[in-house]
């Protein structure tokens, strides 16, 4: 006795009713709205531009299905994997996704708006194009996505994204709180104007983002490259720019009291009047930078490079010059009021631990 092949809307209700595998079908453009389709498995199956608006799908499994074009809004999904789907140009209008992984998915053009993407995970997926504007993605985790997508509006508050390339990326008017964006690619993004509080960059490449104006609360800029970048009149708080590049970028008028610094370069970069107080800058290089009237007041500044640095009318008062460099650095006008040189006993002991670190090397 044959199979029977479900094609209609009532097969494959009977079809899940009777815990049936859905597997290596064509059900291009069936209208399943409102439909329970919970419990059920499709597999391999072909929903182009099907209606399933409203549709009802817990515990259901999707595997290997093509949905482009379809339409899923007001779906509420939970605790399932989507996996290899083609959801390209997809309705997803006001969906709820909770602890729903997405793997190996193409979102391209798909339309997300309004929906609620909490606690889940994009693996390897594309949303180019996508459009998340006013989506809520609490606490979701992007991982090697390509996401030029448009998240205009929308909660990114914890979420974390990972090794993602961001290019085309519209974050304007989103929520970025606590959110990460590591090693992710995001050369030349406006960020001007935005608040962000305690977002991490770590490893990011940033060249030739516009921050100018932004306000930054404990944001984490490690390792990241903001190769001409422009924070020009940024008010930030408590950041690390621990071994970032800011080679030729624009900090005038900035004010970063408090940032971390160490080891950071600032070569070329425009530092005019901005301030520096209170800023750990530890080994940071400011090599041929122009920092006219830039404030160091109480700034560490400890084995730090000037050196041909323009540092006219700037102000190191009671600022830490350890061991400082500024060979052909223009001082003219400059405060050092209280400031305090290199310490003897201080660069003694830094001079026996090298020593002692190099013998130990030669014995090995």
Known sequence: MSRHIPQTREDVLAAIANREFLEDLVLDGIDLSGADLSGGWFERVSLRHAILRGARIERTAFRECDLAGADLSDIR??????????LKGARLHNCHFERVAFQDCDLAGADLSGSRLHYCTVQDSTLAKARLAGADCLRSCFVKCRAGASFDQCDLSHA????CDLSGVVLRGSRLNRTALLSAQLDGHD???MELSYVQFSFASLRGCNFQKARLTGVGFLQCDLTGSDFSEARTGQCLFREARLTGA??????FVCGMFMQASLEQADLSDADFSDALCEG????HCQAQGARFFRADLSH??????????ADFSSANLHRVRREEAFMDRASFANS?????QRARSEDWLLQHRGDQ????
Request: glycine share 10%.
């Open 340 to 344: 305090r040189g290199t310490d003897p």
């Open 77 to 86: 999904l939970e605790g399932t994997a989507l996996q290899h789907m083609q």
């Open 191 to 193: 960020f001007s104007d």
């Open 361 to 364: 090397d030669n014995e090995l």
């Open 160 to 163: 974390v994204f990972v090794d």
């Open 284 to 287: 940071a290089s400011f090599r």
């Open 250 to 255: 624009r900090l005038c008028r900035g004010r």
């Open 304 to 313: 730090a490079d000037l050196s041909h640095g323009f540092f006219a009318g």
